[in-house]
């Protein structure tokens, strides 16, 4: 993956191969902007209405045209929002707002419409707060204009409507803002996340990369079970059922191994045995072994599925729990499958046309645990679990046990994935090989 060059495609793959990792993150950021929206919750809008009384001059559309503004009321908006009066005011609410800048920012004022009214709006953590800032800003201002003694200043004025507080914004409104945003930041992050991720990911995920990594081709591959549970084990093999495409790959794969007589009178004379390895670190491979057993006594194929002595025991323990307890069938399925659990098998008494051993290995210091030798040793790996280093120590210590490996199987195949891990193998150069010629000369005299 770290050699791959990275596409709109290719991302949209990593992303979601790694979707659990980025659902993770994005429903984190969810999270967060909810709990900051609890805790920065909206701002609650006040406002105060002031009539100016003994005003000369009226406008009659200031909408029309804004340079006809009453120059007397703009004067008025201009001393409503000045610094004396909010200095007066800030005595009053001390507990809310502590500077004039800061109670700047809090009040707007403006004039309504074409009467000879002041619209003095304050904003608050509460109701409370915005009501107590606007009517304080109201009363400073009455208080400053009628008391000043300066014409340019000096009017009547009134408070006629105290403050009424309204919501800026409702709060499931405010929390789906705020809730929104985080999920989209964490998306953003966890995008980032999943890609650094994958360009140090050395998994294989194509079957090409897997094949190449032993030089062995894939000879099936299909999605498999992951069973947590002796019973959902025995359901597996009692109700397991390939679709088309998949039980098509099933029956050449048998045909491969050499299972081709299915009659139970050839049982004997034409035993197949092939043992599926696969890494601790890879549950769901560990459900390709059962899934061959279960498919081939679907078939009519005298099976015997084997849990042999494992180098990991908890990865196989409800596995084998479901074979040591034996066959409850409850179709015809289990009259051709038999389910056997021991460290020391004697395949040469096995009664079947073809048996499946189990065998699971540590992909840091793989070791086979010993048991028969059965005539031929797939390797099971999922796609995106396991490295070409794991997969190279599994097929050397198979391979230092006498366990050459035949093929892979590949389970939960990437749905991107176009390859085919089929490995051509080239004939062997033939050499001319050189020959002596007699009666030819091989000097000259002079």
């Known amino acids: ?54 005003n000369p001059q009226t406008i009659t559309n200031p909408a029309a045209d804004p340079t006809t503004v009453d120059t007397s009321l703009a004067t008025q908006v201009v001393i409503a929002d000045s610094a004396p009066v909010f200095a007066a005011a800030l005595p009053h609410i001390s507990s809310v707002v502590t500077s004039v800048e800061a109670l700047n920012s809090r009040v707007s004022v403006a004039a309504v419409g074409t009467s000879d009214f002041l619209s003095i709006s304050a904003t608050g953590k509460t109701v409370g707060q915005a009501s107590d800032i606007a009517n304080a800003v109201a009363n400073s201002y009455v208080a400053y204009v009628t008391k000043s003694t300066n014409p ?19 709060l499931p409104e405010h929390l789906a803002i705020f809730g929104v945003l985080g999920a989209l930041a964490g998306a953003i992050i966890g995008f980032v996340v ?174 086979i645990p010993g048991g028969p030798r059965t005539s031929t040793t797939l390797l099971g790996v999922s796609a995106g679990k396991a490295t070409a280093e794991e997969l190279a120590r599994a097929a050397t210590a198979a391979a230092a046990d006498r366990r050459e490996i035949l093929g892979i199987l590949v389970a939960n195949p990437d749905t991107s994935d176009q390859t085919t891990g089929r490995i051509v193998r080239l004939p062997p150069i033939q050499r001319a090989l050189p020959t002596r010629v007699n009666g030819l000369a091989t000097e000259t005299r002079r």
């Open 1 to 54: 993956m770290s050699q791959q060059n990275l596409d709109l495609r290719t991302s949209m793959m990593i992303i979601r191969r790694r979707m659990r990792l980025f659902g993770g993150i994005a429903a984190l950021g969810l999270l967060v902007g909810t709990a900051l929206g609890v805790l920065t919750p909206p701002l609650v809008s006040s406002t105060t209405l002031v009539v100016v009384a003994g």
């Open 152 to 170: 340019a200043v000096h009017v009547v004025a009134k408070v006629v409507e105290p403050a009424a507080a309204q919501p800026e914004h409702k």
């Open 194 to 367: 999943c890609l650094g991720r994958s360009r140090s990911d050395r998994r294989l995920i194509h079957r090409d990369d897997i094949a190449n990594s032993i030089m062995e081709p894939v000879l099936a591959s299909l999605p498999v079970a992951h069973p947590t549970d002796p019973l959902a084990w025995a359901r597996l093999l009692e109700e397991y059922e390939p679709d088309g495409v998949h039980a098509y790959g099933l029956s050449r794969l048998l045909r491969q191994l050499g299972v081709t007589d299915y009659s139970p009178a050839a049982e004997r004379a034409n035993a197949v045995s092939t043992t599926v390895l696969s890494l601790a670190s890879d549950p769901g491979a560990l459900a390709l072994g059962p899934q061959l057993a279960a498919f081939a006594a679907s078939h009519g194929i005298p099976t015997a599925l084997i849990i042999g002595p494992q180098q990991d025991s908890n990865v196989t323990a409800a596995l084998r729990t479901t074979c040591a307890v034996g066959n409850q069938p409850t179709s015809g399925r289990g009259n051709a499958l038999e389910l056997m659990a021991a460290d020391h098998v004697d395949l040469g008494q096995v009664h079947a046309a073809f048996a499946v051993m189990v065998m699971v290995v540590d992909g840091r210091e793989p070791r």
